[in-house]
């Protein structure tokens, strides 16, 4: 195994703690397992509001990410509603910013997501369910 050390160095990309503003979890009792089907589906609604400047040159964007897992055929439904400021400095450029939030902090606020899901998926007594990694190219 190769080792590699090196100086953190903050990132001109940052965001505010994520906080969960609405969560709906609830178990399909009419569920019939289905072998030919094993995944769920997921849906991601992401909402973006306005830019806003800072007296620094640096500006910010608070990101919703609304990810929805399930349907009426699922063992579950799970509806959950993330959100975050983000901020950058002005020394990033359009095309990099719009890839940051369309990418890094929607994966970022998922990835809060992640142990909330299984968490519940356990104490609800069913099989776990730990989120993949989803493709957001």
């Not at 897992?69 to 095309?95: H, K, M, Q, Y």
């Not at 990418?103 to 104490?123: C, D, E, H, M, W």
């Amino acid at each position: 195994m190769n080792e590699h050390s090196q100086a953190a160095k903050l990132s001109g990309f940052q965001y505010t703690n994520p906080h969960v503003s609405d969560f709906q979890f609830k178990i399909n009792k009419e569920y019939i397992p289905d072998n030919d089907s094993n995944s769920l589906q997921i849906k991601l609604n992401v909402k973006k509001a306005n830019i806003k400047s800072e007296s620094d040159g640096g500006k910010q964007q608070y990101v919703e990410l609304n990810m929805i897992i399930g349907d009426e055929n699922s063992p579950f439904t799970f509806n959950a509603v993330i959100g975050a400021d983000f901020r950058w400095s002005r020394e990033l450029d359009n095309e990099t910013v719009d890839n940051l939030i369309n990418k890094n902090a929607v994966s970022l606020l998922i990835g809060y997501l992640r142990p909330i899901i299984s968490q519940f998926t356990v104490q609800a007594g069913i099989t776990p369910l730990n989120l993949p990694f989803i493709d957001l190219t």
